[in-house]
């Protein structure tokens, strides 16, 4: 074979083996994914686990409320002449708790739910709110008052809501663990957030006042399965950290003084983000 015929062996060998390798990355970056997917849906359910009760209540309260009102409807109806009037009111009302406790079974519906990124606009408030009041049990349960520093009014963001929430969610459920223990000061919880620069960028910080994280442990609490808590998985944060680098965004934690721990958030607003190609 003369030196051309070789060089052109070689070029065809070299140009194989780069598309095999192509395609062995590529199968790799999927598996990768998945497996992200597979765990954020893991932690998800467990995290869900853990606030069941404060579902349980979120649901009974409204059911309680509407036996009551289809009682009062009932009473209104067996008068003679029947009261239309309160019996209407009676009905109005149960449509309207109902509709309210359907939204509150939607949302827990899509933190559970396997499914990929879905970005909508959304006020961002609201849906730290609506985390909130899942919650609001386990936070009254430990006497948790809460500081309500949202201030982006009616501002919003393009996203996916339900994993905001869901890095909300987990950032409140460990602050309520580390505050749980702490016996000689009132727990506060600190909600925030406001646009970082004129570019629409946000900046959202969950705060609190519980035991706080040492300089030596604050490196590895993103890392996953990092955790310090006998039944705890160590997913929370680093399923918190994926979820917003995805989005493009920034989340680190900060020492607070006298006591706590303060995580941020950065996401940014404009433009708009797009999800990966998948
Ligand atoms: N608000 C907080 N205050 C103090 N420590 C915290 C706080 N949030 C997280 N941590 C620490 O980071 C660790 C990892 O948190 P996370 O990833 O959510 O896993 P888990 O809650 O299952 O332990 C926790 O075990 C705890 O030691
Ligand atoms: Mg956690």
């Known amino acids: 074979m003369d030196n051309a015929a070789v060089l052109t062996l070689d070029n065809e060998q070299l140009y194989r083996r780069l598309q095999q390798e192509k395609a062995r990355r590529l199968q790799a970056e999927q598996a990768l994914q998945h497996?992200?997917?597979?765990?954020?849906?893991?932690?998800?359910?467990?995290?869900?686990?853990?606030?069941?009760?404060?579902?349980?209540?979120?649901?009974?309260?409204?059911?309680a409320a509407?036996?009551?009102?289809?009682?009062?409807?009932?009473?209104?109806?067996?008068?003679?002449p029947p009261q239309l009037e309160q019996a209407r009111?009676?009905?109005?009302?149960?449509?309207h708790i109902g509709a309210s406790a359907g939204d509150v079974i939607r949302s827990i519906r899509g933190m559970s739910s396997k499914s990929s990124p879905v970005p909508t606009l959304f006020g961002v408030d609201d849906a730290l709110r609506e985390v909130l009041r899942l919650l609001r049990a386990e936070l009254n349960k430990h006497s948790i008052e809460v500081c309500d520093g949202l201030a982006l009014g009616e501002h919003q963001?393009?996203?996916?809501?339900?994993q905001v929430?869901?890095?909300?969610?987990?950032?409140?459920?460990?602050a309520i663990e580390a505050m749980k223990d702490v016996h000689d000061r009132p727990r506060r919880l600190e909600l925030r957030s406001t646009l970082a620069d004129i570019s629409g960028a946000l900046r959202v910080s969950v705060e609190d006042n519980g035991v706080g994280v040492s300089a030596k442990l604050a490196e590895r609490l993103f890392d996953p399965l990092f955790s310090t808590k006998p039944g705890g998985t160590g997913l929370g944060l680093s399923i918190c950290r994926t979820i917003i680098e995805a989005h493009g965004g920034r989340i680190w934690s900060?020492?607070?003084?006298?006591?706590?721990?303060a995580f941020h958030i950065t996401l940014k607003g404009n433009p708009p983000w797009t999800p990966p190609p998948s």
Do not use: C, W
Not at 48 to 63: C, D, K, R, T, Y
Not at 66 to 80: D, I, K, P, R, S
Not at 254 to 261: A, E
């Open 254 to 261: 900060t020492s607070r003084q006298p006591h706590g721990t």
């Open 157 to 162: 963001l393009y996203a996916d809501r339900v």
């Open 165 to 174: 929430q869901q890095v909300m969610m987990n950032l409140v459920l460990n």
């Open 66 to 80: 509407m036996v009551l009102h289809a009682e009062v409807g009932l009473n209104a109806l067996t008068h003679t």
């Open 89 to 95: 009111d009676a009905l109005k009302l149960i449509m």
């Open 35 to 63: 497996a992200t997917e597979e765990l954020a849906r893991l932690a998800r359910i467990t995290s869900m686990g853990e606030f069941a009760a404060s579902i349980a209540h979120e649901v009974n309260q409204p059911l």
